[in-house]
Structures are given as structure tokens and as C-alpha cells.
């Protein structure tokens, strides 16, 4: 494969097989909540030397550990799956299987613009493992799995407001770093994460307005007003 | 009721009970889609005479009947409405009950901005004559009655793309002026009418495109790209 043979003149063979390793050590420790670590400890876990550690990483990342604090581990998992070429800006997972999250589970207008709905979540047993739209409805403990299997950045809430901030919470430890929150609540997140609020009842409300200026200004120029006295 | 006694000081009792009456008929020829009529025609229909017709008209109206083409219907269905305080700009009816409308009618969004969607339509008779979040989805054939009576303004489409014109033709002729369009497809209407586009995907492809130039910007400043050499 030519990628590779590229990534031969840059990385050695041996080093390009460890960066997977890497990569999936340092996305279990992002899902436990940690967000450094050390090349040590990532030696002490692959059974290498800190040494070749630190040098595998300098292949990646411009940005070499702290001492004491470590290397950050978002910036890591970005750029090692940047090296193997993990870009996946296309796919996006969704929670909450009820009436909203259906309806865009089953709406096929996202091809057009490249864009996958993959996989959807929901607490409900009697929602789990059915298929909308051809999208498999799985239990929500197997979201981190399938968000770092897939390398999925995008995620879509469509659960009720009082579930929105840990369905969040939840995504950005698997990976997400893409919100499309349709919750009516204000979600608090890292300044890593981009938020895109979608505010349905604001677009009837902009039309509702539109629909009251155009009919005042038409009424005052064609129709006597009530008590014209 | 103080908004009656007004109306005495401008218009007599007997022109203010014949009003409804014209709106009646008015909006029964709008139905059948006619959109202009003559005093003459109105008082042979009302059994009244000609000029207590153009008397009764341009008490609520600027525009008198011009010669030959006679009265804007929308237009004297507009001020007879404003007159008798039918301004109803709050309630919304809805056209396709699929996923899609009924996650707008289950949505309770709406409420905060005083709007409401009052009943919904649907052409599958598994679902006319169920309750979706408190609306009862009526057959296609009631949606001209409904309207009227209610004077709604403002309805909602989503139904598929193939079905959106002629659902959007048939809200017109029912006195739908504001149209809130969620099929993947060009409405054409009369400059009167207003059409606000809701195009889902649109919003989930700019989340996208952010989060790739986001996910660029950081690579470039923090990562070792691909073949360096």
C-alpha cells in the first residue's frame, strides 16, 4: 500500500506496529477520566523502554512530555490517529432512540452531504437491539467501545433535557469532540469540544413573527382598524 | 364586552353580524379557488343588495371592488378577519405524521414561545384518528374545514418530498400563509405566502466542516504529518 511506504521513510516499520498499541491505551485511560501520562507508565504498560517510548511519540507529535505531568493525552490520541491516518469526520453516533432521534435515524438526507449516522443508544431494553433505519439501536455501556473502535468524533443527543449533560460527559470520554445537542438545556463542556445547539421551537417562533409582521403591514395599508373613531 | 362596543361606534350591529357570513362565504370560494368576487356576487349569494354589500365592505376594507375583477378574496378575507379580531398567529397545524411530526408534535418546546400545533394530518388510516402528544391526526379532507374555522395561519410540513407541493398548495387554498417546510424540496407559492426552509442535514454538515477545520488547525500545530520527508 503506497500510505504505508510512506509512513516507512518517516516511522520504522516496528515503531508504525506499536502506534496502534498506543492508541488503544491511551483511549482506556481517556475513558477512565485520566487526561496525562507519562512515557514511563506507557513503557511500563507495552513492556518497552521509556526511551524508545519517547522516541516513538516524537515520530507523531511536535509536542514532548512535560516532566512531572506527562504528555496530554487527547493531543496524542489526535495525533497518532493523524499518523495512521484515522480522520473520521463523516461518522456520527446518536442517543436517544424516541421520536426525534428516530426520525433522524431514519432521514436520508445526510448522504448527500457524506455525513453517516452509524450506530444509535438508548437506556430503553425494549428500544435496544431494534433497527431504525437500518441503524442498530445498542445498550448505552457500549458506546465508549464502538466510538473508539470506529474513531467516531461526532455525536447526536436527542435524550430529555435532565439526561443531556451525562449522555455528554459520557461522549466526550469516548472521543466525541462534535455536539449536535437537541436537548433544550445548555450543555457544560472542555474548550476542545464544539457544541451546535439546535433550537426547534426557535425556527416556529422566527416563522410566527415573520408571519405577524406581514400581516400588520398588509392590514394597515388595505383594512380599517376596529374603532376607526 | 368593551371590544363590541367599539365595533357599534364604527360599523352597525346588523354589518357586524353580516361580516362572519361574508368570511364564511369568502373563504368557500377561496377553497374552491377563486381569488376575486364581486359585491354583486356576495349579495345575490347573502340575498342582500348590492350597495348594502359595498357599504358593509368598505367599512372594513381600503380597497374598494375594482371594475370587472371585483375583490381580492385573500384580501377581504384579511380585513374582515382583523376586524372581528381573528389574528391568529399562535397555532400551527401539521401535515405527515411520521417520525419526523410526531417528534414535533410530542415536542413541548413550542409552548415557551406561545405557540401551538393544534391538530395534524396524515393520509395512513393506522394512524388518522390517533392522539400524538395530546393532537388528534385527522384525514386530509378535514384540513380545509379545520383551518378555517380556527383561522390557522401557520402550518408544518413533513411529509415526504414527493407529497410536500401538493400539501403545500392544499394549506394555501385552506388560508395557510406561513409555511414551515421540513421535505427536502422547493415549495412554489404566491408571493403571499411565506416559506421557511428547515434543512436538517445542512446543520449536521456545518458541525462537520467546524470540526474539521478545528481537528486541521490543532494538527498542524501539534502533529507530525504523515511522510515528514
Known amino acids: 500500500m503506497e500510505k504505508d511506504q510512506k ?13 496502534p498499541y498506543y492508541l488503544n491505551y491511551l483511549k482506556r485511560l481517556r475513558e477512565s477520566g485520566v487526561d496525562k501520562v ?3 507508565m506507557i513503557a511500563k504498560e507495552m513492556s518497552l523502554n521509556d526511551v524508545q517510548v519517547r522516541k516513538d511519540l516524537a515520530a507523531v507529535s511536535k509536542i514532548g512530555g512535560k516532566p512531572r505531568k506527562g ?22 453516533i446518536l442517543v436517544g432512540a424516541g421520536h426525534l432521534g428516530r426520525a433522524l435515524l431514519s432521514y436520508t438526507g445526510f448522504e448527500d452531504y457524506g455525513l453517516r449516522i452509524v450506530a444509535a443508544f438508548d437506556i430503553d431494553e425494549n428500544v435496544v437491539n431494534t433497527n431504525i433505519g437500518g441503524k442498530i439501536v445498542f445498550p448505552m455501556d457500549k458506546l ?3 466510538c473508539n473502535r470506529l474513531n467516531i468524533h461526532i455525536g447526536i443527543i436527542t435524550v430529555p433535557a435532565s439526561a443531556a449533560q451525562s449522555v455528554c460527559d459520557l ?9 449536535w445537542n437537541f436537548a433544550p438545556v445548555h ?9 451546535h445547539n439546535e433550537n426547534i421551537a426557535e425556527s416556529l417562533a422566527l416563522l410566527s413573527s415573520q408571519l405577524a409582521a406581514r400581516l400588520n403591514q398588509k392590514k ?3 383594512c380599517i382598524k376596529e374603532n376607526p373613531v
Open 7 to 19: 509512513q516507512y521513510t518517516s516511522i520504522s516499520k516496528q515503531a508504525l506496529r506499536r502506534l
Open 38 to 40: 507519562s512515557s514511563t
Open 71 to 92: 504528555f496530554d493525552i487527547e493531543e496524542l490520541i489526535m495525533c497518532i490517529e493523524s499518523y495512521l491516518g484515522y480522520n473520521n469526520i463523516n461518522d456520527a
Open 144 to 146: 465508549s467501545d464502538i
Open 171 to 179: 461522549m466526550v470520554e469516548s472521543g466525541i469532540i462534535a455536539i
Open 187 to 195: 450543555l457544560s463542556v472542555n474548550e476542545n469540544v464544539i457544541v
Open 220 to 222: 394597515n395599508n388595505l
